[in-house]
C-alpha cells in the first residue's frame, strides 16, 4: 500500500482525549455502591460502555505506532536505534504501572504485577516488533494468529482438573497460566486469577494490531472520504463478526476474548472514522478543544488520576465523633451526597473529578508541555 509522509491528526487526538477522560470517569466514581450499570464493567461475559474504554486505548496506541514509527523510519533512524527507544519506554510504562500497583504502601511482597499500563507497555512492544519486522500482509498474518490461536488455547487446551473449553472466573485456561507464574502478585478483589493476566495480552496485541492496520489505512494515498468509508466499512463488519462469533466464545473483557477484541476494535474503528471525516475531512474542529488538551498527554493524565484517586482514599479525615473516613469519602458526603440521588451524586462526583484533572491538562498543554513516556 502506497503512503504518504505521516501528518498529525488532530481527530486521533481527540478520539485519544474523550478515551481518557472517559476513563478516568470510570474509574472514580463518588462511590462504587451506586454506579449506573453502563459505568460499571460486565461481571463477565456481555459488555457495558466502560467496558470499551481499554480496548478503545490501545486501539488508539496503535494508530498513534503507526504513525510515529513510520515518521522515524522514514526519517532514516536506524532500527537498533528505534528498538533502543522502544525498550526504554516499555521498561518505563511498565515501572509506572508497578509504582501505581504499590503506592503508598509499598508492599512488594504481595506487588500485584499485571495491570493497566503493564498491559499498555506489552502491547507496546510486541506490536512495535510485527511492526518492524513485517509488512501489511505479515500484520495481518499476525493478527489472525494470534486471535485464532488465543481462542484455540481457550476452547481446547485442557486444563489440569478442569479439562479444556471451560470460560468461567478463575477456571479457565489464561487464570491457570496465572496462577503458575503470578501467584500471590495478582489483584487482590479475585486472587486467582487476575483481567490484565499474561495470556489475555495476546489478543489484546491484536487489538492494538488493528490500531496500527487502521493507521498504515490513514497513511495511504486514498482520498479522504474512500478512508472514512473503508473504516465505517471494516468497523461494521467487526462488530457484526463480533456478535456472530459470540455463541462460540463469549464477548468477554476480563479475558478479552478473541471476540472481544474483534468486536470492541470495530467499535472504535467507527468511532475514529467519524471522528475523522468531521474534524479533519470538514474541518468542524473547535468542539474538540478540551479533548485534545486532554489527549496530548493521555498517560500523563491516567498517571497523575490515578496517584490522586489512591491519595484521597489514604488520607484519613477525623469526624467530630471521633471516627476517621478518608478524604475522598468526606468529600463526597459533604459536597455530593445531600444534593442529589445517590447515583447522580456519584456521577457528579466523577465529572468532578474528571474537571479537576482538566486543569492539569490545561496547564500541560498552554505551557506546551507534553510529557513523552
Not at 459536597?335 to 484533572?357: Q, R
Amino acid at each position: 500500500m502506497n503512503s504518504v509522509p505521516a501528518k498529525r491528526l488532530l481527530s486521533l487526538d481527540a478520539f485519544r482525549g474523550l478515551t481518557m477522560a472517559v476513563m478516568i470517569l470510570v474509574n472514580n466514581p463518588g462511590t462504587y455502591r451506586a454506579v449506573y450499570s453502563q459505568l460499571r464493567h460486565a461481571p463477565w461475559n456481555g459488555w457495558t460502555f466502560a467496558d470499551t474504554i481499554f480496548p478503545a486505548f490501545l486501539y488508539i496506541m496503535g494508530v498513534s505506532t503507526a504513525f510515529s514509527l513510520a515518521g522515524r523510519k522514514e526519517k532514516g533512524i536506524p532500527d537498533s536505534t528505534l528498538e533502543l527507544r522502544i525498550v526504554e519506554r516499555t521498561v518505563i510504562l511498565f515501572l509506572l504501572g508497578l509504582f501505581l500497583n504499590s503506592y503508598p504502601i509499598f508492599h512488594l511482597s504481595s506487588l500485584r504485577i499485571p495491570g493497566v499500563l503493564q498491559r499498555i507497555a506489552l502491547c507496546y512492544l510486541f506490536t512495535c516488533q510485527i511492526m518492524l519486522t513485517s509488512a501489511i500482509r505479515g500484520r495481518i498474518a499476525w493478527l489472525l494468529g494470534l486471535l485464532l490461536s488465543y481462542w484455540a488455547a481457550m476452547r481446547f487446551f485442557p486444563v489440569p482438573e478442569i479439562g479444556a473449553g471451560m470460560l468461567e472466573p478463575g477456571a479457565n485456561f489464561a487464570a491457570w497460566v496465572d496462577s503458575l507464574f503470578l501467584s500471590g502478585h495478582m489483584w487482590s478483589h479475585y486472587e486467582t486469577w487476575d483481567p490484565e493476566g499474561i495470556v489475555g495480552t495476546i489478543p489484546a496485541i491484536a487489538s492494538t494490531l488493528l490500531g496500527v492496520l487502521t493507521g498504515d489505512w490513514l497513511r495511504s494515498r486514498h482520498s479522504d472520504g474512500r478512508k472514512t468509508l473503508g473504516m465505517l466499512f471494516l468497523g461494521m463488519i467487526l462488530l457484526v463478526s463480533g456478535m456472530i462469533l459470540n455463541q462460540w466464545l463469549p464477548i468477554n473483557k476480563n479475558i478479552w476474548s478473541s471476540t472481544f477484541a474483534i468486536f470492541m476494535a470495530g467499535l472504535s474503528m467507527i468511532g475514529l472514522g467519524l471522528f475523522y471525516w468531521v474534524i479533519d475531512v470538514k474541518g468542524y474542529k473547535r468542539w474538540t478543544h478540551f479533548f485534545v488538551v486532554f489527549g496530548m498527554n493521555s498517560l500523563a493524565m491516567f498517571f497523575l488520576s490515578e496517584v490522586l484517586d489512591v491519595t484521597f482514599r489514604f488520607i484519613r479525615v477525623i469526624l467530630p465523633d471521633g471516627s476517621d473516613i478518608s478524604l475522598r469519602a468526606y468529600l463526597f458526603r459533604s459536597y455530593f451526597e445531600p444534593h442529589a440521588t445517590l447515583e447522580n451524586a456519584s456521577l457528579l462526583f466523577a465529572i468532578s473529578f474528571v474537571l479537576f484533572m482538566y486543569l492539569f491538562a490545561w496547564v500541560l498543554w498552554k505551557k506546551k508541555w507534553f510529557i513523552k513516556i
